[in-house]
């Protein structure tokens, strides 16, 4: 099993910054593929951000492209998702997630799942 503990949400103003991250243990960190989802408020939970650190690749949903990105620390057994030019629609409970088996793209339904940080961000 793997073990998710995520950290960093809080509060930012529109156009700021914030950096989630999730420690990973129980498992090999790279042989997963990690993700981020978020929640909003009456919203659907959605894939924000995913990759397969072994295969090198990424993905990110079309609202944040260009403004999020997603790294690991293998070392740290870690995953970040670093937001930048934070928008009020980006306010949501996000998550992190592992997966043994699944392709990291938009139909990603991972195994695991991290407790949620919120992020909140004023205009």
């Known amino acids: 099993d793997v073990q998710l503990q995520a950290s960093g949400g809080g509060l930012a103003q529109a156009g700021g910054s914030l950096r989630l991250s999730c420690a990973a243990s129980?498992?090999?960190?790279?042989?997963?593929?990690l993700g981020w989802f978020r929640q909003a408020p009456g919203k659907e939970r959605e894939v924000v951000s995913c990759?397969?650190?072994?295969?090198?690749?990424?993905y990110y949903a079309d609202s944040v492209k260009g403004r999020f990105t997603i790294s690991t620390d293998n070392a740290k057994n870690t995953v970040y998702l670093q937001m930048n030019s934070l928008k009020p629609e980006d306010t949501a409970v996000y998550y992190c997630?592992?997966?043994?088996?699944?392709?990291?793209?938009?139909?990603?339904?991972?195994?695991?799942w991290g407790q949620g940080t919120l992020v909140t961000v004023s205009s």
């Open positions: 997630t592992a997966d043994w088996n699944q392709r990291c793209n938009e139909r990603l339904n991972p195994d695991y």
């Open positions: 129980g498992s090999s960190f790279d042989e997963h593929t």
């Open positions: 990759v397969e650190p072994s295969e090198g690749v990424t």
